[in-house]
Protein backbone atom coordinates (compact mmCIF):
# COMPACT_ATOMS: atom_id res chain seq x y z
CA UNK A 1 0.00 0.00 0.00
CA UNK A 2 2.74 2.19 0.77
CA UNK A 3 3.74 2.21 -3.06
CA UNK A 4 0.37 2.93 -4.25
CA UNK A 5 0.18 5.83 -2.01
CA UNK A 6 3.93 7.10 -3.40
CA UNK A 7 2.95 6.55 -6.52
CA UNK A 8 -0.47 8.70 -5.77
CA UNK A 9 1.78 11.77 -4.27
CA UNK A 10 4.08 11.57 -7.51
CA UNK A 11 0.50 12.00 -9.83
CA UNK A 12 -0.28 14.60 -7.59
CA UNK A 13 3.56 16.53 -7.67
CA UNK A 14 3.51 15.99 -11.37
CA UNK A 15 -0.06 17.21 -11.91
CA UNK A 16 0.53 20.01 -9.80
CA UNK A 17 3.86 20.68 -11.83
CA UNK A 18 2.34 20.54 -15.26
CA UNK A 19 -0.10 22.97 -14.09
CA UNK A 20 2.02 25.68 -12.91
CA UNK A 21 3.85 25.28 -15.87
CA UNK A 22 0.82 25.33 -17.84
CA UNK A 23 0.14 28.58 -15.49
CA UNK A 24 3.46 29.99 -15.75
CA UNK A 25 3.51 29.67 -19.75
CA UNK A 26 -0.43 31.26 -19.94
CA UNK A 27 0.49 33.89 -17.67
CA UNK A 28 3.92 34.82 -20.08
CA UNK A 29 1.30 35.17 -23.39
CA UNK A 30 -0.60 37.58 -20.99
CA UNK A 31 1.99 39.88 -20.01
CA UNK A 32 2.24 43.38 -21.97
CA UNK A 33 3.84 46.56 -21.80
CA UNK A 34 3.50 50.24 -23.42
CA UNK A 35 5.63 53.13 -22.88
CA UNK A 36 5.60 56.62 -23.97
CA UNK A 37 8.21 58.97 -23.97
CA UNK A 38 8.58 62.84 -24.28
CA UNK A 39 10.78 64.93 -24.88
CA UNK A 40 11.12 68.15 -23.65
CA UNK A 41 13.25 71.63 -24.53
CA UNK A 42 13.81 74.60 -22.13
CA UNK A 43 12.77 77.99 -23.86
CA UNK A 44 15.31 80.89 -24.47
CA UNK A 45 14.85 84.35 -22.86
CA UNK A 46 17.39 86.88 -23.80
CA UNK A 47 16.32 90.89 -22.65
CA UNK A 48 18.45 93.22 -25.30
CA UNK A 49 18.92 96.74 -25.67
CA UNK A 50 19.82 99.38 -28.08
CA UNK A 51 20.59 103.16 -27.91
CA UNK A 52 19.44 103.81 -30.86
CA UNK A 53 16.42 101.21 -31.27
CA UNK A 54 17.49 99.90 -34.52
CA UNK A 55 20.90 98.35 -33.90
CA UNK A 56 23.74 97.59 -32.02
CA UNK A 57 21.75 95.49 -29.97
CA UNK A 58 23.07 93.62 -27.23
CA UNK A 59 22.53 92.31 -23.58
CA UNK A 60 23.27 94.08 -20.61
CA UNK A 61 23.10 92.17 -17.47
CA UNK A 62 25.50 93.79 -15.38
CA UNK A 63 25.72 97.85 -14.32
CA UNK A 64 26.41 100.15 -15.79
CA UNK A 65 25.19 98.46 -19.25
CA UNK A 66 24.78 101.01 -22.17
CA UNK A 67 25.95 104.07 -22.35
CA UNK A 68 23.10 106.84 -23.33
CA UNK A 69 23.27 108.90 -26.04
CA UNK A 70 22.02 112.45 -24.83
CA UNK A 71 20.64 114.83 -27.41
CA UNK A 72 22.38 117.57 -25.54
CA UNK A 73 25.58 117.64 -24.01
CA UNK A 74 25.17 116.01 -20.56
CA UNK A 75 28.42 116.98 -19.28
CA UNK A 76 27.41 120.81 -19.19
CA UNK A 77 24.44 121.04 -17.71
CA UNK A 78 22.98 123.44 -15.19
CA UNK A 79 19.85 124.09 -13.06
CA UNK A 80 16.48 123.11 -14.41
CA UNK A 81 18.25 121.53 -17.57
CA UNK A 82 16.73 118.47 -19.30
CA UNK A 83 18.49 116.18 -21.35
CA UNK A 84 16.94 112.86 -22.86
CA UNK A 85 18.27 109.73 -24.60
CA UNK A 86 16.39 106.99 -26.07
CA UNK A 87 16.50 103.14 -25.05
CA UNK A 88 15.11 100.70 -26.87
CA UNK A 89 14.62 96.57 -25.42
CA UNK A 90 13.99 93.49 -26.64
CA UNK A 91 13.17 89.75 -26.04
CA UNK A 92 15.10 87.64 -28.25
CA UNK A 93 14.39 83.90 -27.82
CA UNK A 94 11.35 81.67 -27.60
CA UNK A 95 9.61 82.29 -24.24
CA UNK A 96 7.38 86.28 -23.92
CA UNK A 97 8.25 87.92 -20.40
CA UNK A 98 7.01 89.70 -17.14
CA UNK A 99 8.76 93.34 -17.70
CA UNK A 100 9.73 94.98 -14.82
CA UNK A 101 10.72 98.84 -14.81
CA UNK A 102 13.02 99.43 -11.75
CA UNK A 103 13.08 103.03 -10.92
CA UNK A 104 16.24 104.79 -11.62
CA UNK A 105 18.78 104.87 -9.17
CA UNK A 106 21.06 108.65 -8.83
CA UNK A 107 24.72 108.38 -7.50
CA UNK A 108 27.70 110.58 -7.48
CA UNK A 109 27.63 114.17 -5.66
CA UNK A 110 25.00 115.23 -7.43
CA UNK A 111 22.74 112.37 -7.08
CA UNK A 112 20.20 114.46 -5.23
CA UNK A 113 20.16 116.73 -7.90
CA UNK A 114 18.84 114.81 -10.55
CA UNK A 115 15.79 113.79 -11.25
CA UNK A 116 14.80 110.85 -13.99
CA UNK A 117 12.02 109.90 -15.30
CA UNK A 118 10.75 107.41 -18.39
CA UNK A 119 8.21 107.42 -20.82
CA UNK A 120 7.28 105.25 -23.16
CA UNK A 121 7.43 106.06 -26.77
CA UNK A 122 6.58 105.07 -30.62
CA UNK A 123 9.37 105.38 -32.76
CA UNK A 124 13.03 106.18 -31.84
CA UNK A 125 12.88 109.89 -32.00
CA UNK A 126 13.81 111.15 -28.32
CA UNK A 127 13.46 115.01 -27.50
CA UNK A 128 10.99 116.81 -25.33
CA UNK A 129 8.27 117.04 -27.52
CA UNK A 130 8.51 113.02 -27.88
CA UNK A 131 9.07 112.73 -24.11
CA UNK A 132 6.03 115.29 -23.43
CA UNK A 133 3.73 113.21 -25.93
CA UNK A 134 5.07 109.62 -23.99
CA UNK A 135 3.19 107.54 -21.78
CA UNK A 136 4.22 107.58 -17.73
CA UNK A 137 2.33 104.07 -18.00
CA UNK A 138 4.97 101.65 -19.29
CA UNK A 139 4.19 98.12 -20.21
CA UNK A 140 4.25 95.23 -18.14
CA UNK A 141 4.76 92.26 -20.53
CA UNK A 142 6.92 91.85 -23.32
CA UNK A 143 6.71 89.56 -26.65
CA UNK A 144 9.82 87.27 -27.54
CA UNK A 145 10.85 87.24 -31.38
CA UNK A 146 13.96 86.33 -33.08
CA UNK A 147 16.25 89.50 -33.44
CA UNK A 148 14.26 90.26 -36.71
CA UNK A 149 11.37 89.55 -35.59
CA UNK A 150 11.48 90.80 -31.91
CA UNK A 151 9.24 94.30 -31.40
CA UNK A 152 11.31 96.56 -29.66
CA UNK A 153 9.83 99.03 -27.11
CA UNK A 154 11.04 102.28 -27.14
CA UNK A 155 11.51 104.36 -23.86
CA UNK A 156 12.49 108.40 -23.59
CA UNK A 157 14.55 109.23 -20.27
CA UNK A 158 14.49 111.90 -19.41
CA UNK A 159 17.14 113.57 -16.76
CA UNK A 160 16.47 117.04 -15.33
CA UNK A 161 19.27 118.82 -13.34
CA UNK A 162 17.77 120.55 -9.70
CA UNK A 163 18.30 124.26 -8.82
CA UNK A 164 21.07 122.90 -6.11
CA UNK A 165 23.58 121.43 -8.82
CA UNK A 166 26.84 121.68 -7.42
CA UNK A 167 29.10 122.79 -10.17
CA UNK A 168 31.39 120.46 -11.57
CA UNK A 169 30.00 117.46 -9.76
CA UNK A 170 29.45 114.42 -11.26
CA UNK A 171 26.23 112.48 -10.81
CA UNK A 172 25.00 109.34 -12.27
CA UNK A 173 21.59 107.65 -13.22
CA UNK A 174 21.39 104.10 -14.03
CA UNK A 175 17.81 102.53 -15.55
CA UNK A 176 17.14 99.15 -14.98
CA UNK A 177 14.23 96.48 -16.64
CA UNK A 178 14.14 93.12 -16.05
CA UNK A 179 11.74 90.39 -17.54
CA UNK A 180 10.94 86.51 -15.92
CA UNK A 181 9.59 84.37 -18.58
CA UNK A 182 5.88 83.57 -18.43
Given at each position: MEASRRNKI????????VLGVGAAVTLAAWNDSEFATGTFTAGSFDLQGST??????????????????FTVDADNLAPEDSVYALYSIRL?????????N???ATAGANAAN???ETRLITGT?????????GS?????????GTASTAVPINYCLEVTAGTDLVQGAEGTVTWQWT????
Open positions: YAVLAGGLDGTSGWASHDTDPGATLDVGTTDGDLTVAPLTATCDATTFAAATLPTTIAAAASQ
